[in-house]
Each structure stands twice: as structure tokens, then as C-alpha cells.
């Protein structure tokens, strides 16, 4: 097991392996030290492109850069990404452009930097448009994967990444699949589903209810478009309780993209945990306490949809 890293970190160094590919190329807003492209730059300087505080620009650089054949990586905070839907929808989205987005410091694990800093609503911009695929690794092997697949990835893509250190959660022979969730634990009474860093509170939590008598399957659901509609109408039928936990608004985020899938089914039960509002500062404990996406609330969720109430 490696030492607990942030997927931001993870990713950097994924995109300087990816970098023996001549196509690859980087694109930063003025935050490479944050988003770790600055590792990309020390390797391949004539291959990195400093846009500066201005996304807009570089979202319009990167899609030039892909329809001229290149795969660009285009990196800042996930906020001042999801900031720039107009340009992504029609630049990226509307002209399919081979463009990799890469949000970094996503939702309120974020921490002290506050409100202004949070990507809270990202995740439900890139699902609106129709050809953006959309993924949020859990770990640093996770991470990898995902950067080693989008190179070879047709069409636009989003990734989410942390700012927080996360520890593992897959084993050493984990491989990445694209829109397949990974179960990561086994049971029959209720189902937690997390991404990206809610993975982990979604284990801890299902630790604690076993403890109790209560069987929790676990799911990591890394692609959340496209969603792993197998696993989730799997989970649905054998489980009848799904509790998702995100770091992200309860609209339009995994807990939609799930219970837009049990809606087309035979029914399940799904509570949906995640933020309400705009974000705070404080630690990403405190936070997680807050606005009850913690391991506590998490289990406290389970129990109740377990035992029928509302």
C-alpha cells in the first residue's frame, strides 16, 4: 500500500508518463503548482501552455490543440472550470473536441480556502452535455488508470481530482475500467455508492454497520457518465437500499445519475447525501460532519433506510 496522496498529485505524475506520447499536451490556468501540471512542464516545456488567469482562453487553446490531433489536458481549480459551461459547450462540447478537463480541489474537502474555491456544481454542468464523459478516481492507482485511459479516449472528457490526501482503496492489481464501478465490498441489506474521496467514508461507514449486523455492498463508482447501469440496477435489485454520498451539490451529481437509473427499473429505495448550499471553510472533517457526507452520517443513513424510515 502507497502513502496516502491527494489524486491532484497522482495525476501529475500520471501525466508525465502519459507525456512519452508526442500528442500529449498540457494546459494550465496560472495553477500549476496546485494542479501539479508544473511536473509536466519540467519534462516537456515545449509541450505545456500557461494560459494564465484566464480559462476561458485555455479551454478555446485546448480544443484548437485537438482538432489539430493533439490530446490536451486542461487543468484548474474544478469551480473555475465548471465557471466556463458556455465556452466548454460549445468549444469542447458542441465542436467534439478531443479535450481532457481536469478539476482539481473538488467540493468541500477542499477545506479552509472556502465557498469561492468549491467545485460544488461540475459534476452536474459536464453531465448536462451530451458527449462529456465524466470521471472521479478514489486513489492514486485510480488516478493513473484514468490518465493512462483518457489518452486513448475518443471524445470530450471531465476528470475531478482532490485536493485532500486519500489512502488506497484498490489492491495492487487493480485496472482501470472505464464506466465500470468497482465493488469494493460485498452485501445484501443496503448498498453505499461514493466517488472519488466519498469512497472512503462509504467504507468506513459500511465497517461500522457490520459491526452491527447490517450487510453493506460498497460500490466505487470512478465513471459517473457514463454510469455503470448494470452494477447499479445489481445493486437495486439484490440490496432494494442505495445510499450515495458525494462531495458535491444533491443535484444533478452521482446521486441523480443513480436514481435516474433505478428510475427505469423495478425500484429501490435511494437516499442521496451531499451538500445543499454553497460551502464554508473549515477543515474537510469538519465539513464532512457538516454537511453530513462523514462515515457517521453515512451509516446513520444506511441504518435508517434499513429499517424503513423515511
Known sequence: MTAAKATRES???????????????????????????????EKYPDRFVECGIAEKNMIGVAAGLALAGKVPFAASFACFIANRLEVIRMSVGYNESNVRLCGTHAGIGIGDDGASQMGLEDVSAMRALPNMSVLQPADDRETRGAVEYLVGHEGPAYLRLTRQKLEDVNGDGYRFEFGK??????????????????????????????????????????????????????????CKRLVTVE????????????????????????????????????????????????????????????????
Open 11 to 41: 495525476f501529475g505524475e500520471a501525466l508525465v508518463d502519459a507525456g512519452s506520447d508526442q500528442r500529449v499536451w498540457a494546459l494550465d490556468g496560472d495553477l500549476m503548482k496546485s494542479t501539479y501540471t508544473y511536473l509536466f512542464r
Open 181 to 238: 464501478a468497482v465493488q469494493l465490498r460485498d452485501g445484501s441489506d443496503v448498498c453505499l455508492i461514493g466517488t472519488g474521496a466519498t469512497v472512503h467514508e462509504a467504507l468506513k461507514a459500511a465497517d461500522e454497520l457490520g459491526g452491527e449486523g447490517i450487510s453493506a455492498r460498497v460500490l466505487n463508482v470512478h465513471t459517473i457518465k457514463p454510469i455503470d447501469r448494470g452494477a447499479i440496477l445489481a445493486a437495486a435489485a439484490d
Open 247 to 310: 462531495d458535491h451539490n444533491v443535484n444533478g451529481g452521482l446521486g441523480s445519475a443513480v436514481a435516474e437509473v433505478v428510475a427505469q427499473g423495478d425500484g429501490a429505495r435511494v437516499t442521496i447525501l451531499g451538500t445543499r448550499d454553497y460551502g464554508q471553510s473549515g477543515s474537510p472533517d469538519e465539513l464532512y460532519e457538516e454537511y453530513g457526507i462523514s462515515a457517521r452520517h453515512v451509516a446513520e443513513a444506511a441504518r435508517d433506510a434499513v429499517s424503513g424510515k423515511k
